[in-house]
């Protein structure tokens, strides 16, 4: 039987298994954006290896006919492997890899890298977010994001990914996550305190870049950050860095100030807004 369209498979695996596919109706219909995810419920043993190969391809088909620029992926605890789709494609891509309650992840790497597909290199923005240490058996699967130049993300995530090239680094494999990356856009909760410090867990990870020959040239700070004192002790190391953070005058953000990093010790610097 010929093979239909990406939209009919997704259609015929909704009706045919009840399990793929499922229409999430837009929350302004004046936009027009019709998003979707299809994906596979899994039981702690994932035993259904057989509905997990048929995910796999209905991913492949999907990302053969719309790579991806700017993608967000989420290791989290859920129940089900499932990449959102959005139409139009320029609204992110949303992929969930769901995570052990021990905090490993639970997909056999067989499954991911069937998943791990060459499409994902013209990923250059990646919204990355980890609830749990990054289990090294998604190292082929992340390596496949060969083109990517920005990633948002936390400080805890940032952390799991130093974990995660450390241990590769510990090894005899040749490997570097994110080879190209360059500029992270720093994801951080809401916090009225005006002093901004860089904590050790995000240095660290600039640092270990440093030291494998892959450095971060940037690192951006929200938009909505209140700086009025910027600590950046923890970046004594990181020369040249570039750290960008708005320029507020009373109430309203006037541009941004940008401030290269010396790779000398400022204890209690102070970048006045």
């Known amino acids: 039987m010929a093979e239909g369209t990406f939209e009919e498979e997704r259609d015929r695996a909704a009706v045919d298994q009840g399990r793929y596919g499922q229409e999430i109706q837009p929350a302004d219909p004046a936009k027009h954006i019709a ?32 790579a991806p620029n700017v993608m967000s992926l989420e290791l989290r605890h859920i129940s089900c492997i499932m990449l959102n789709v959005n139409v139009p494609v320029d609204v992110p891509l949303v992929m969930s890899i769901p995570l052990s309650h021990e905090g490993s992840t639970r997909v056999p790497s067989t499954v991911l890298n069937k998943v791990a597909l ?44 130093t974990a995660l090239q450390s241990n590769i680094n510990a090894t005899d494999v040749q490997m570097v996550i994110f080879p190209l990356l360059e500029v992270i856009d720093f994801d951080r ?47 004594a190391e990181a020369k040249g860095l570039k750290v960008v953070y708005p320029r507020w005058v009373g109430d309203d953000m006037e541009g941004t100030v940008e401030y290269i990093c010396s790779g000398v010790d400022r204890e209690n610097s102070s970048d006045s807004v």
């Open 118 to 161: 060459r499409e994902f290199s013209c990923v250059t923005v990646l919204n990355f977010c980890s609830t749990s240490p990054i289990n090294p058996s998604l190292a082929p699967f992340l390596i496949c994001f060969t083109s990517l130049k920005t990633i948002n993300a936390d400080s805890q995530t940032l952390g799991y990914l």
């Open 189 to 235: 909760d809401f916090d009225e305190n005006d002093i901004f410090k860089v904590d050790s867990v995000t240095a660290g990870f600039i640092s270990l870049r440093m030291r494998v020959g892959h450095p971060i040239t940037t690192l951006r700070l929200p938009e909505w950050t209140w700086i009025v004192t910027l600590d950046l002790e923890a970046l």
């Open 35 to 66: 998003q979707f995810f299809f994906g596979v419920l899994c039981d702690e043993n994932w035993n259904r290896i057989e509905e997990l190969v048929t995910f796999s391809r209905y991913a492949h088909r999907y990302l053969r006919s719309h």
